[in-house]
């Protein structure tokens, strides 16, 4: 069994606030890549000048995502947990490509 991590944890390394609590508090992964990401991960979606990671969000949450930290958005109506964190720009300013 992989590493878990929960809400506080990702607040306290993000400095982010807590938007919205989903059904879920723990998870175990990351992604950046709504391709690959696994069941119980946090999905954070990257900007960069190709590429916004935000559009991608519905197919991360379609793959198994538990949560998703984002910018400025706040997806209404969903179970996962949302976490407010500026900015999310890739290492490179271009996220995946897709």
């Known amino acids: 069994m992989g ?6 944890d990702i607040l306290t390394a ?3 606030t807590l938007v ?8 175990c992964g990351v992604s950046t890549d709504s391709r690959t990401t696994q069941s119980g991960a946090l999905f954070i979606p ?3 000048e190709r590429h916004d ?5 519905p ?3 379609r793959r198994g995502a538990r949560g998703v930290l984002v910018e400025n958005r706040i ?8 976490v407010l964190n500026l900015p999310l720009r890739s290492r490179d300013g271009i996220s995946s490509r897709r």
Not at 3 to 8: K, L, Q, S, Y
Not at 20 to 27: E, K, M, Y
Not at 75 to 82: M, R, S
């Open 3 to 8: 590493a878990t991590f929960t809400i506080n």
């Open 14 to 16: 993000t400095g982010g």
């Open 20 to 27: 919205h609590q989903g059904a879920w508090d723990t998870f």
């Open 46 to 48: 990257l900007t960069g």
């Open 53 to 57: 990671g935000h559009e991608f969000i």
């Open 59 to 61: 197919a991360a949450l």
């Open 75 to 82: 997806l209404p109506g969903t179970a996962v947990g949302q």
